[in-house]
């Protein structure tokens, strides 16, 4: 097993523990650490095993991640999206 596989997934082990700590801010500030941390690591795992493991790892990342990775496809629809007909 590769450095990076075995550092994706020391990350998901980590965000899943740190999922079940309780925490007055809704867990947002540790989500921010996750991603700063889990983007470089996630092209470090496509680096090295190619670009399906990388889709693997970036389906389990935002399978942790589902409210910040929500609310970033919300932003972008409403951005990007059609204008309100009113």
Same mark, same amino acid.
């Given at each position: 097993?590769?450095?990076?596989? *075995?550092? +994706?997934?020391?990350?998901? *082990?980590? +965000?899943?523990?740190? &999922?079940? *700590?309780?925490?007055?801010?809704?867990?947002?500030? !540790? =989500?921010? &650490?996750? *991603? =700063?941390? &889990?983007?470089? %690591?996630?092209?470090? /795992?496509?680096?090295?095993?190619?670009?399906?493991?990388?889709?693997?790892?970036? +389906? =389990? &990342?935002?399978? /942790?991640? !589902?409210?910040?990775?929500?609310? %970033?496809?919300?932003?972008?629809? !409403?951005?990007?999206?059609?204008?309100?007909?009113?």
């Amino acid at each position: 097993m590769s450095l990076s596989l *075995i550092l +994706a997934f020391l990350w998901l *082990i980590a +965000a899943n523990v740190l &999922g079940m *700590i309780p925490s007055k801010d809704n867990m947002w500030s !540790r =989500a921010y &650490g996750l *991603i =700063a941390v &889990g983007i470089p %690591l996630l092209g470090y /795992v496509t680096y090295q095993n190619g670009p399906w493991i990388g889709l693997v790892f970036l +389906a =389990a &990342g935002m399978s /942790v991640l !589902r409210w910040p990775v929500r609310y %970033l496809f919300a932003w972008i629809k !409403r951005r990007f999206g059609r204008p309100d007909p009113n």
